[in-house]
Each structure stands twice: as structure tokens, then as C-alpha cells.
């Protein structure tokens, strides 16, 4: 692993200091060294994401027969076909309206539940209070796998399997534990005084979560938001198991494509084209919205 | 499909909706109970709605697979068998294997990670295009295991030699005249799973970067420049200033990555479903569920799963206790 910072070659002794002078040549040596770390690690983390790109805009004779680089090499064979087959392939389209279908409630219950437990959790005194958040937190690690068998089991009995219903509900479930120790978190770095101040003008409960914790809590929503719609949106898991072994109309744009890699055998061209055409909604949430990612993340889980 | 636009409306509306006419009915309701009561039953009300949801979906079930795990593998008519499950799981070589194999998972992935992540961290805080340098690093996990699996395929692809190399992977080191490597199918050292971890680290470095990254900004630059101003070097001030004071970032970064390797799963599914020796716990779990169809054993090796993490969990809470004893 590369551990190189960049940094003046001989650290000074610290009682002695330093004249910019002796150290301009140096810094420039590093700078350089800095540049070349961090454009090589871009790149390296873009290549495989790129050659995909690449290789989803080349014609299938050529894929099987040379690496993507050699397509900007001339003659330029390049092609929508892919794309094409893709998208017209049965029920791709149905598969994206499922997606949002089960994506969007998916987000919206459980940051709505979550929000007013990590209320209580952060301004309401109560007996157990710690070791029953710690219990909420420590539920993050059940791996989701070991829940699959005892819940499908009763939601068969309900009738709920291969509906949507069931994984919403399910994803609500899955996805409390991080909500509310997100919220809890960024709630809980609120100052109290507003509380106070709140409570003082005669504000109850209700008042403060609303007028006080809520806007506050925006940029925690937002992130929050979406790493669960990403989370959700790339399950495949979850929606195989609920939807999928009752009605497998109802399955999202993961599962076809998982089928379109274990099943097409002879067609693993389309392969990029599909690839890409599932990441197109998780793709355009992260350039629009990282920054709220960042901030609102950042906001409770880190501070000092 | 237009019934379902309207379900999907009612419940992206209503259920806020009826959450918060729950919280305005109990608050009503609470202040008709003797003041001396309403401290005690409000949270109670509020937590109400999470914790029934959590029981359902991750309380029950799990007490439900550590009855299981000590009962024979029969479906419909299970008999307890004490713990011939576990004694099954800590003989039987393909399970101590996937054990194995998840110690690695943790040790490398959590390295890795952890380390290219604070190393990136310190060194885009440096350069003008930061934003840009960061959203490549951490757009890996915007992508669904399904279509990372699609990608590194065509990175690992190999094809016998003599012929033209079309994976990158094997194409780059062809260059200097080395390889090609079956990648995904060389049980020899490790191989196969170290190629498997590679990709989760493409994966997750980009959001240990991120937390790492705001903890960094969180620093006190004064702090720094006092330093600077004492003739420290930047080696010298990245390990005696902004590495401790990382400390608990790390901390809280470190454990989500080793509860994330526990509980790898979707990558190896997908590219190799355990064979060439990369089987791991979680997918040996799903084999014996669903392909060989023993519920007691599939939850025997859940619940050893469970009890790899409670480790990382007791560490959590000291680490919570920890925050909030300042708070």
C-alpha cells in the first residue's frame, strides 16, 4: 500500500523554524508527487467503469475478439445496437417502473418512522433509553440473510408475497436500524438550549419536533434519502426472495439484469449496455445530489 | 399499472400522514393520563411504530434461526437435534473454509479500505479539483453488485494463452510479459479472493474517503499551521496532528467495514458463487438454504455469523458510551 505523502524530504527538528526559502524547491518536488498520486488513483478507480462504458458502444463481433482500448485505435466501429436490443428487450421497461414503484415508499416509511423514534431517542428522558438505542444499533450487523426464511413464511400466510406491499414493508424493516442511527445522531448534536427555549415558550413535544428538530434535520434527511433509495434501488436480494418466487412480474431492473447475466450465454454483449442502463437512475441521484450525501452524513456521524 | 401509481401515491403520501396524526392522537391522548405518567409512556408512543417494525423484521426472525440452528434440516416437520448442526459446520471443510475466508475478507478489506481512504482523504485536501477527485473514487458505490459484477468481468476476463487478451487486468500485465492469470478461477493462494476483495475495495474505499474527508476538514486549521510555523514537516504533522485527532472517525469507519466483510455476500454469489475456494459464510448459508434445502444447518452457520460480529458489536457500544459520556 502506498503510504506516501508527499512532504519535504528531511523533516526539519521542530524547534527549529523554517525558512520558506530552503523549502520552495521541495514543496515543488511534492506537489508534482502529489498531482501523479492523485490523478493515478483516479484514473485506476476509473478504468474499469470507463472500459465497460467502452466496450457497451462496440459491436459484439469485435468484443469477443479485442480488448475496449483498441477501439480508439482507427477504424472507429462503434454502435448503438447494443442499447438497442436492451432496451427493447421484454419487459425492461415494465422492470424500470417496478424499480421506482418499489424504490420510492421504500425511502419514504422508514426515514418517517425512523425520524420520530430518533426524536425520543435524543430529547425525552426515559428509563433504559441508552441500552435500548444500543440495541437499535447493535441490530445493524443481523445479516439480513438469516431473517429471509421465518418472514417469508408469514407473509405467504398473509398473502402478501409478489406484492410490492411486502417489500416495502420489508425494506422499511431492513433499513431502520442505520435510519434511526443516523437521525439519532444528528438530532442529538442539535443544542439543547433551542429545546430549552422551546419548551420555556410553552412548545410541547409535538411542536418542537416539528418547528424545531425537522427543518433542522434537512441535510440528515437528505442523505439519509439517499443511501436508501441507492440501497434499494440495488437490492436484489430482498426483492428475489418476496416478489420474485410469487410473481415475477412485479421484479425490479436487478433481477432482470441478473438474469440477463446468468442466462444470455451467447449474448454476453449486451452485458455493458444493460449494466449501464441499470446504474442511469443511481448514476443521475449521485451527481445531483452528493453533496446533501456528504453533508448530511457528515453532519452526525463525525464531529471532532 | 395505473392502480399501482395510485397504491404507490397513497403511500408516499398517507403513510407520513398517519404517522403524524399517530403522534397528534397519542399526544392527545397522553395528556389525559395523570402528569406523573405522561414522562414515562410518551417515548414509549413515539418509539412505538420503529420498534414493532424492528421486532417483526429483525428481532423474531433472528430468535427464530437460533431455535433452528438446533434442529434437523426438514422443512415442514424439524426435530431438535442438539448441536449436531455446529458440529457439522466446525468439521465439515468447506464451511471452516468459508471461516476462513472471511478473516481474510476482514483483515483486507478493512485495510485497505480504511487506509486508501484516509491516504486519499489527506491528499485531495490539497489539490483544486477535489470534488471531481472524490466523485470518481465514491461512484463504485452508487453501482449495484449486479452491474460491479458485469464491470470487473470484463476487467478479470481471461482467455488461454497465445491468444489476444481482451480483460484489462490481463491485457496490462501481458505488456510486460506476464501472465494471463485466470483470475476468477485460481484457488492457488488465495487468488480467486483476493480478486473478490479487490473489487469490494473499488467498491468501498470511496465511502471511508468520504467520512474520513469531512473529519479531516473538521480540523482545526490553526492547529496545523501552528505546526507548519514550528518547522514540522507534512509527514511529521499527518502523524503527530491529523492522525490522532482522526481517531474516532477511524473508529466508527473501521467497524462498519468489518460488519460490511461479515456479511459479504452479492459479490461472490455473482462471480463465483463460492467455488476456486472463495466461499464465504453468508453465501454458504444461502447454498444451504436454497440448494440443498437444510434450514437447520443454513441457520446454524447464520448464527455463527451472528456470533463473529457480537465482537464488533460490544466495541460499538464502549464506542458510543464513549460519545455520549462527552456529549
Redesign the interface.
Known sequence: MTTTVPSQPLPRPLDVPATPRVNRRPRRVGRIVLHLVVVGLMVLWAIPTVGLLVSSFRPSSELSSSGWWTAFAPPYHFTMENYAQVVNQQGIGQAFLNSLFIAIPSTIIPIAVAAFAAYAFSWMEFRGRDVLFVVVVGLLVVPLQTTLIPILRIFADWGLTGQFLAVWLAHTGYGLPFAVYLLRNFMGALPKSLFESAAIDGANHVTAFFRVAMPLCVPAFAALAIFQFLFVWNDLLVALIYIGLANPDNLPLTATMANLVNSLGGGWYLLGAAAFVSMLVPLIIFFTLQRYFVRGIVGGAVKG | ?GS?IV??LM??VG??AV?ILY??LT?WIVTLVPSKWQ??V???L??G???A??G???????I??IIRSFQSRSPLRPEWVGLDNYKWFFTNEAALRALLNNALWLVMLT??TV??GL??A???D??RYEP??K?????????????A???????YDFRPPGQ?????LN?AIGTVGLGPVAWLQSPTFGVSTFALIAIMI?MW?GFAM??IS??VK?IDPELLEAA?????????I?RKVTFPLLG??LA?VSTTMV?TS??T??IVY?LTNGNYDTEVI?NL??KQ?FTFGD?GR??AV?VV??LA?IP??AF??RQ??AQ?SV?
Do not use: C, H
Not at chain 2, 466523485?135 to 452491474?147: D, E
Not at chain 2, 489476444?164 to 484489462?168: A, E, H, L, S, Y
Open positions: 399499472m399501482n397504491t404507490a403511500v408516499v403513510v407520513p404517522l403522534i397528534w399526544e414522562k414515562r410518551r417515548p414509549w413515539w418509539l411504530p420503529a420498534l417494525f424492528l417483526f423484521f429483525l428481532v423474531y426472525p433472528t427464530g434461526t485495510f485497505f487506509g486508501l491516504v486519499i489527506v491528499l485531495v490539497r489539490v471531481v477527485a466523485s470518481v473514487i465514491f461512484l463504485p458505490l452508487a453501482i449495484s453488485m449486479v452491474a459484477g458485469v464491470i470487473w468481468k470484463f476487467m489476444p487478451q481482451t480483460g484489462t491485457a473499488w474505499t468520504v467520512i469531512a473529519a473538521g507548519r510555523l514550528d518547522g514540522a514537516g507534512e509527514w511529521q499527518f474516532p472517525t466508527v460488519i461479515l456479511k455476500f452479492d455473482t453468508a448459508m444461502i438454504m434450514f443454513a441457520s447464520a455469523l451472528l460480529i464488533v458489536m460499538n457500544i458510543f458510551r455520549e456529549r
